[in-house]
């Protein structure tokens, strides 16, 4: 599948996922992904940030409200309508459109920082972006990222439960399977039936890479990895949201926080 054709899918993705998002069903972003990468996130106030693939921007508002002076871009012109609307509507100051992380147009070292919220795995070519982050990055700057786990949420992931519904295993697979484009179709799993019912699912183009790859390939742009992380969750909120229980058993996410040499 070529870049056309994903940005294609995300085009046709974008305003269910924006009213999704919005109405509060992607559970693990917002109450795990998000406050876990904040958290690990170094002080941003005062630095200008890119977010690369930022969406609706959830994300890149969370990071103007910290103080940093933002730049959002995605390939899919209906999630920048929805992100420049919320602008409008209550100002951040952040500047947002549409382009290719891929192919950043920017000039080199314009960012103290670069941000990729769950977006990276959806780009075909994962070398060419990491290379553009660290292009735009200043010296010194981070690019910090999450992705979905390349070892716990491969190509196939299914969540074992017990007859009482506590999560038992996780069972993966297609590990080390060439996965360039194929699509996955999917909603948010907490979202009403009667709202799944209504819309398409979403069509997801997955590039996988293996956490070997992954690794070489931010070594070989010149990154020093700094900080890893794998959100879970305590057993009180598996107990209260059974939904998020998964991550107790094996992560769904990876997050790093990478760094441009001074
Ligand atoms: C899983 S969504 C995450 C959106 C947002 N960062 C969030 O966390 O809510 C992946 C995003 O990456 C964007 N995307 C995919 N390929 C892209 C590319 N080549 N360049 C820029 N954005 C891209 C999609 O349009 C989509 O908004």
Known sequence: MDASEVAACWEANAETWTRHAR????????EVNTPVFLAN???VVGSSGLDIGCGEGF????????????????????FIRHAQEAEAAQPLGIAYQVGDGMALPFANESFDFATAFMSLMDMPEQHRVL???????????????????????????????????????????????????????WRFGTAPEH???????????????TLSEWLNLIVAT?????????????????????YLADLRVGPLFLHLRVRKPA
Do not use: W
Request: with cysteine.
């Open 23 to 30: 109405s509060g069903y992607d559970r693990y972003r917002d």
């Open 41 to 43: 996130l170094p002080p």
């Open 59 to 78: 994300n890149t508002r969370k990071l103007a409200e910290l103080g940093a002076a933002m730049t959002g871009i995605d390939i899919a012109p209906t």
């Open 131 to 185: 290379a553009e982050a660290g292009r735009v990055l200043k010296p010194g700057g981070f690019l910090q990222f999450s992705i979905l786990h390349p070892c716990f949420s491969p190509p196939y992931r299914k969540v074992l439960r017990e007859p009482d519904g506590r999560v038992r295993a996780i069972e993966v697979g297609g590990y080390f399977g060439a996965v360039q484009g194929d699509v996955e179709t």
């Open 195 to 209: 709202e799944k019912a209504k819309v398409e699912p979403f069509r997801v183009p997955r590039f996988h890479r």
């Open 222 to 242: 010149g990154f020093s990895i700094e900080h890893v992380d794998e959100p879970t969750v305590d057993a009180a909120t598996a107990e209260a949201v059974p």
